[in-house]
């Protein structure tokens, strides 16, 4: 199948299963927005914390801080003294002493952030990866019901997790000066490992090492038409955010269901492409002692 007939096929098939997807895009949107709302507002109460804070010792502030909370308006003057203090210091400082002062003043603000930003991480992942497992579902099994499909795709989330973080450090976790060139000659070698996974029940390390076999000798072609297709997703993109009028938090939820689309859609292209390399026959992986022997 050529990549147009490809497209083709795609589009027909999200037409049939519009509802689904339409219903699954916005409410993961929505999702999505509150868990980046709440910890971006999380971010900027700790990044004004530190600047606040800034030269002036842990337990002055501290204090401080708990006498501002209980309404003591002398202390919104103490802090005032304590900052007008710290500029002084910091005009009194050499170059070397200011670069050395500025240098401690990020590191403390990015362990300040650290217990925000590892959560958010995570939760991100957890969110991304349940999101596009949601969509090979659709695609991979006749479900037509949202609920029914993100009740399949929960069933299903932990394998995935695991498999994308398989295949991330199988494809890209290498030496820094190869890396690059591991992902663009593995990372195609996997990309129906989910597929796989799902619609064939395979496991983790089945899925991976199916989908690798499978597509031996042809990652150049699949490297290509997922660079062609990268391209023309985010081109599509493009066009919708500045075509769909919306302001304030409506954007947002506009924008990140734009995304989800594109997300959609190359789930459905994935899952159609993956048939294709479905007929070749398959020897059961052996038993092996260490990840490096395939």
Request: hydrophobic share 50%.
């Amino acid at each position: 199948m050529s990549f147009s007939d490809l497209l083709k096929e795609t589009w027909r098939f999200c037409k049939t299963k519009a509802i689904p997807i339409l219903l699954g895009t916005i409410v993961f949107a929505a999702v999505l927005l509150i868990v980046r709302d709440y910890f971006e507002r999380q971010t900027d109460v700790q990044i004004r914390k530190k600047f606040l804070q800034m030269g002036i010792p842990q337990e002055r502030f501290e204090e401080l801080n708990d006498r501002m909370k209980r309404g003591d308006q002398t202390a919104f003057d103490d802090l005032k003294m304590e900052m007008i203090n710290v500029n002084e210091k910091i005009d009194n400082m050499t170059e070397t002493e200011r670069r050395r002062f500025s240098t401690q003043q990020g590191k403390d603000i990015s362990l300040a952030l650290l217990p925000i930003v590892i959560p958010f991480l995570i939760i991100i992942f957890i969110a991304h990866t349940f999101v596009a497992t949601y969509f090979l579902v659709l695609a991979s099994k006749d479900i037509n019901h949202t609920l029914e499909a993100m009740g399949s795709a929960a069933g299903k989330l932990f394998p995935m997790m695991g498999l994308s973080i398989w295949v991330f450090i199988r494809s890209f976790l290498w030496i820094p000066i190869i890396n690059i060139v591991c992902l663009f000659t593995l990372f195609p070698r996997y990309i129906f490992s989910g597929v796989i996974l799902i619609k064939e029940n395979r496991s983790i390390r089945e899925s991976a090492y199916e989908s690798y076999i499978r597509t031996q000798a042809k990652w150049p072609s699949i490297l290509g038409r997922y660079i062609i297709l990268t391209f023309c997703i985010m081109a599509a993109i493009t066009v919708l955010v500045f075509v769909i009028p919306s302001t304030g938090f409506l954007d947002k939820i506009i924008d990140i269901a734009i995304w989800n689309l594109g997300v959609a859609f190359a789930a459905v292209f994935t899952t159609i492409y993956a048939n294709q390399f479905s007929d070749i026959e398959v020897i059961k992986p052996p038993k092996v002692e260490s990840l490096s022997q395939f």
